[in-house]
């Protein structure tokens, strides 16, 4: 997992995983930044439905990391707010 925080530069990671990475940290910056020499290296390697769905896949985990921030949810924890007329036991 260390490797990731190097990506650009680890030799464990591709290059076509090394433009994944750089674009999917784009897509999830605040606000969204990714200039064109990334989105063209992630072209370079991936046709348009991986592309789309890298991107669906970074935007969900960018969700996801944000919902559980602010619920204060740990790792693999449900979220501990209680929803009135919630059912858990379906």
């Not at 072209?43 to 969700?63: C, G, K, L, M, W």
């Not at 990391?65 to 501990?80: G, H, M, Q």
């Amino acid at each position: 997992m260390r490797a990731v925080l190097d990506y650009a530069k680890h030799p464990a990671f591709s290059p076509a995983e090394r433009a994944a990475l750089a674009y999917a940290e784009g897509l999830t910056r605040t606000p969204v930044e990714v200039p064109d020499g990334v989105f063209e290296a992630l072209r370079a390697h991936f046709d348009t439905p991986a592309i789309v769905e890298i991107s669906v896949f970074a935007a969900f985990q960018n969700f996801n990391a944000k919902f559980n921030a602010a619920l204060r949810t740990e790792v693999n924890e449900l979220c501990p707010v209680g929803f009135p007329g919630a059912r858990w036991d379906l």
